[in-house]
């Protein structure tokens, strides 16, 4: 009943730029967190970046400084500016959002991902 949809991946050279969109549809009252996180293979799925509906964002420590998450008051869509990107952020990228449907039940959705390559 929520769909998240992630869009924007490619291949990209080293030193490069991408910017990735996630949009949440379905019967949703209000989303309070949209997330990114990245798989590559053979490593566990790992946090990006995390915004909630307040002031409160994190971000992994290999990324701070080089990738910026944005969304506005709906949080829906949410992006993820990378910048700088390096051999190592290439990975399968996921959009999560959490947040609460109509009559007050709870949604933690993840989209189906999103290839990011990077490399020369």
């Known amino acids: 009943q929520v769909q998240v949809v992630e869009s924007g991946g490619g291949l990209v050279q080293p030193g490069g730029s991408l910017t990735l969109s996630c949009e949440v549809s379905?019967?949703?009252?209000?989303?309070?967190?949209m997330g990114w996180y990245r798989q590559a293979p053979g490593k566990p799925r790992e946090m990006v970046a995390v915004a909630s509906n307040g002031a409160n964002i994190d971000y992994a420590d290999s990324v701070k400084g080089r990738f910026t998450i944005s969304r506005d008051n709906t949080m829906n869509p949410a992006y993820l500016q990378m910048n700088s990107l390096k051999s190592e952020d290439t990975a399968v990228y996921y959009c999560?959002?959490?947040?609460?449907?109509?009559?007050?039940?709870?949604?933690?959705?993840w989209g189906q991902g999103t290839q990011v390559t990077v490399s020369s």
């Open positions: 999560n959002a959490r947040g609460y449907m109509n009559f007050k039940r709870s949604f933690d959705s």
């Open positions: 379905g019967s949703i009252y209000n989303i309070v967190a």
